[in-house]
């Protein structure tokens, strides 16, 4: 399923799943995960009406970096989702859209062969739509379930699962996370900036050390931050200088 969690920001994410499998529960802890790490996701939390995906959701796709695809228990049973997956590979074709699969307490081989519950929406779609359609519809389970991707069973700590997910995106998005540090900065700057009325109003040469020591621990996280931004490897620290922060 997915509609904007932030409908006019341009996404990075297009997060395909089942509603009401995954809508309250893996679906929106994933969500807060890539979030977290400022990875702009369009999700849609709307329940589905009607035949056809809405242009919107097709546009969606479309403009998306990389699909997460949540598989779960009765995701086949949607035509909806169905659609997702097809107009996803078909992104992957022409665009090189990426696809992470997430297998959520269904065994990868059961979409890869829809067997089991995919096996019996299957049967139905048989009798409802036309050959071609659901010929379409299995290539695309195949084709998706065959990417490397992540499993969730009921053994695992889907805490830890979904933290894995967010950083393989943000890895494959080739993005670098500095909200810890810019939040850091943040909390030292107002710090520094209580530090030098205090200093004003009492001008003594101890207050003024602290409120120097304050400013030289956010030039230290900034250059941190650079440094992190800038994937500066190991032999290449010593052309920076003193920059660490401990």
């Not at 084709?143 to 805490?159: F, I, T």
Request: charged fraction near 30%; include cysteine; aromatic fraction near 10%.
């Amino acid at each position: 399923m997915a509609n904007s969690s932030e409908e006019n920001s341009k996404h990075e994410v297009f997060i395909c799943f089942r509603g009401e499998d995954t809508r309250n529960t893996f679906t929106s802890h994933l969500n807060a995960a890539l979030k977290r790490l400022d990875i702009r996701t369009y999700i849609d939390y709307d329940l589905r009406r009607g035949e056809e995906i809405p242009e919107r959701l097709l546009r969606a796709i479309k403009d998306a970096k990389l699909s997460v695809i949540v598989f779960s228990e009765s995701f086949a049973a949607s035509k909806w989702c169905l659609d997702e997956v097809v107009n996803i590979l078909e992104c992957k074709k022409r665009s090189n859209q990426i696809i992470v699969p997430v297998f959520y307490r269904v065994n990868p081989s059961a979409v890869r062969n829809q067997i089991g519950s995919y096996g019996e929406a299957f049967g139905k779609h048989e009798q409802r739509f036309e050959t071609d359609k659901v010929r379409k519809w299995r290539n695309a389970l195949t084709e998706a379930a065959n990417h490397s991707g992540w499993e969730c069973s009921l053994n695992k700590v889907e805490y830890e699962i979904v933290e894995g997910i967010a950083r393989d995106v943000m890895e494959k998005l080739n993005h670098v996370y500095v909200g810890d540090l810019d939040q850091q900065i943040r909390k030292f700057e107002q710090l520094a900036q209580l530090q030098d009325q205090y200093y004003n109003d009492i001008p003594n040469l101890e207050n003024l050390e602290i409120y120097q020591s304050t400013v030289k621990r956010i030039t230290q996280l900034k250059m941190e931050r650079s440094i992190r931004l800038l994937r500066l490897t190991p032999d290449m620290l010593s052309y920076v200088g003193n920059y660490t922060s401990r």
